[in-house]
């Protein structure tokens, strides 16, 4: 193996690429315990915006709200994304089958505007042909969240399925199970960190969208990032520094927890293939 | 009982359920929208809620049907449109560049470092990705402001006497895409740089050529694919973006997004909206195409 030497081009390249990365949000932090209103000159330590922050009903309705839409288009998405990933992986001969994959994966790359506006005339269309959506809100945003999780999810846990020792759920056919409780009792608990994975995945990019909301959205339901959207569109104000920070640290605390699973997971993979080649 | 095995027969296969559930949800959330995005720029703005003219209409027994062409040929003859979408390509190409210039050394010095670190080194790199997206562009707000503290910094240290206007430029709006992309670049590149034979560059440096031949003979076309599939997810989205010119763009940023916007929001011109979006597709087949052929062939390899 050829390794570069410790302060060559490419490291120090990455560290200011780091630095570069996370120094605006280090800034961020900062300056939410600023006392001064004026969000750029620093006159002593407080925790005041949070305070403020947690008395504002309407921010704390819209928090309760995107966490709900987040939990429901995670949840559905993931379930949706196991069946589909069985089908990319492992389902090869079907007529339709470059429609499908290509379906499944062009919301990754979509713009959020086009997939905000196709599915608000979709369910303007469907309330005038069948009634339903009777009014849009917090079902129609779900169903867009999950649609567009269901591409993220699909790429996570079809990645794993991939790898995944076929031979083993064949076992337990040979052995009477059926190919139903094969998968269940088998392959699943297999890819289940990559289920979990790609279900923490969805939930904070659900929790972050703002642009696909804000097309099919309907009044009074007003979500955290369209909240946060429209007060940031002012200007940056110290209460705003201060709901980043909390968010900054909910979500690296999600995704620090996700990758602990895989690299237990992985970790575990590991032990298991040399335990079995000793 | 003798019912049963005909019955199985008939019954759809498990099969056909698996692939059926999730196509059924894409055909209906995915693909059929676009159909009414086809159908909405043929016809007319109208004040009315759905504010749009029908495209089909039943008179006297006659079944009517309206196609009007005037959207696309409103969008092809004012300049102001053409200007945006030539803006929001070029905007995206550089900025797919400079995530390039940036991201490659980043992957590649996360493939080369020593195996137990790779996971942990990469974690850095996708973290802020998780993080919102909103809040990483309004961060880039409070530091690029004409009070902001770059320009604080700078006058503090006697470099510029007046505050360079950096806020609403197309500058701003490079920083923000760079720093908001620069991860969704970096995975798939170190995906594709961590799976080459590393003794091939050991081959190559026996038979005397130095690193930067090695790497110009041998990594850089090896990491094509892993390129097009990275440049590709910064470069489609970012044509069609949206919160970025808005909160960090200005006057001079004219990009397709924030213009569909517009017309959607403001002008309530949904007619309009989607002919800007069936556009939009249009010029993104292509690299969407791109994107998906460097992508299967990714995985497949």
């Keep these: 193996m050829m390794r570069a030497p410790r302060f060559s081009f490419v490291n120090i390249a990455f560290w200011m690429g780091i630095a570069f990365l996370y120094l605006p949000m280090f800034v961020l932090v900062v300056y939410s315990f600023n006392e001064s209103r004026l969000v750029t000159i620093w006159s002593g330590f407080s925790v005041k915006w949070y305070a403020e922050l947690f008395q504002d009903k309407q921010l704390m309705t819209a928090v309760w ?3 709900q839409i987040a939990f429901y288009s995670a949840t559905s998405a993931v379930v949706l994304a196991i069946f589909a990933s069985i089908v990319v992986v492992r389902i090869k001969t079907f007529r339709t089958r470059r429609v499908f994959t290509t379906a499944i994966t062009a919301p990754l790359v979509m713009p959020d505007v086009i997939i905000g506006l196709s599915m608000l005339l979709l369910f303007v269309a469907m309330t005038q042909m069948i009634g339903w959506p009777e009014q849009r809100g917090m079902t129609t945003i779900w169903v867009a969240h999950t649609t567009f999780c269901l591409a993220y999810s699909t ?19 040979d052995l009477g199970a059926s190919a139903m409780t094969a998968f269940v009792r088998v392959t699943l608990p297999l890819i289940m960190p990559a289920v979990l994975a790609a279900w923490l995945l969805s939930f904070t990019l659900s929790l972050d969208d703002v642009v696909i909301a804000s097309f099919v959205t309907g009044p009074g339901a007003t979500t955290l990032p369209i909240e946060v959207f429209s007060s940031v569109r002012m200007g940056v104000t110290p209460k705003i520094n201060a709901l980043a920070t909390l968010i900054i640290l909910v979500v690296s605390l999600v995704a620090l927890a996700s990758w602990f699973i895989s690299k237990r997971y992985n970790d575990k993979v590991a032990v298991a293939l040399k335990s079995e080649r000793s | 009982m003798s019912l049963r095995p005909f019955l199985n027969r008939l019954a759809p296969s498990g099969r056909f359920w698996i692939i059926s559930l999730p196509y059924l949800w894409l055909g209906l959330f995915f693909l059929l929208p676009f159909v009414f995005v086809l159908k909405i720029s043929f016809s007319e703005a109208e004040l009315a809620i759905p504010p749009y003219t029908p495209m089909f209409e039943w008179v006297d027994s006659v079944l009517n049907m309206r196609i009007n062409l005037g959207n696309y040929q409103w969008l092809l003859e004012d300049p102001l449109y053409l200007q945006a979408y030539w803006n929001s390509i070029r905007m995206a190409f550089i900025s797919t560049l400079l995530c390039l210039l940036i991201g490659y050394p980043m992957a590649y010095a996360i493939a080369r470092a020593p195996k137990h670190l790779q996971p942990a080194w990469l974690l850095l790199v996708l973290l802020p990705s998780w993080t919102s997206f ?3 562009v309004y961060a880039w707000m409070g530091l690029l402001s004409n009070n902001g503290i770059i320009n604080n910094a700078l006058m503090g240290l006697g470099l510029v006497d007046a505050p360079l206007t950096m806020i609403n430029t197309n500058f701003a709006v490079y920083v923000g895409v760079v720093y908001s992309y620069l991860p969704f670049l970096v995975l798939p590149l170190y995906a594709n740089l961590v799976k080459h034979d590393t003794t091939l560059l050991e081959a190559a440096a026996d038979l005397g050529a130095s690193r930067t031949k090695t790497f110009f003979t041998i990594t850089l076309p090896l990491s094509i694919n892993g390129m097009v599939a990275g440049a590709m997810l910064v470069f ?22 924030k213009v569909l916007w517009q017309e959607f929001f403001s002008n309530r011109d949904w007619p309009v909206a989607s002919a800007l979006a069936v556009i939009m597709v249009l010029i993104l087949l292509v690299p969407i195409a791109l ?7 990714e995985v497949s390899r």
């Design chain 2, 236 to 257: 489609i989205p970012v044509v069609g973006e949206f919160v970025i010119p808005e909160l960090l763009g200005g006057t001079e940023t004219i990009m397709i997004g």
């Design chain 1, 65 to 67: 709200r995107s966490l």
């Design chain 2, 134 to 136: 909103l809040i990483r």
């Design chain 1, 155 to 173: 790429v996570v846990i079809s990645s794993r399925l991939i790898e995944m020792d076929r031979s083993i759920e064949e076992a337990a056919q």
């Design chain 2, 291 to 297: 994107f998906h052929h460097f992508q299967s062939k």
